[in-house]
């Protein structure tokens, strides 16, 4: 059975993120993973594959409303279902 087939079409940004406007509550049914110059990543908050950057949560950092401070980090990145 092939199931490639009923998997939603992964968008140019996504974040992980529910109060982002960027956030597609349906992808996140399935597993997803990220590469990020040829490595895959498994910290990614959020990303955008036509400018090139993912965000990754700083490990101690929050803001003021608590959530952890996000790091933009450029290169290839790209999306891919597992």
């Known amino acids: ?8 079409a ?4 996504l974040s ?8 597609v509550a349906e992808i996140f049914e399935h597993e997803i993973g990220i590469r ?3 490595k895959e990543r498994f910290d990614v908050e959020e990303y955008c594959i036509s400018e ?6 700083s490990s101690k950092a929050l803001d003021r409303r608590g959530q952890p ?4 980090v450029k290169g290839t990145v790209e999306a891919f279902y597992r």
């Open 1 to 8: 059975m092939n199931d490639t087939k009923s998997l939603p």
């Open 10 to 13: 992964l968008p140019d940004r």
């Open 16 to 23: 992980g993120n529910p109060r982002s406007p960027h956030h």
């Open 36 to 38: 990020l110059n040829g």
């Open 52 to 57: 090139g950057w993912v965000k990754i949560a």
């Open 69 to 72: 401070l996000l790091m933009s």
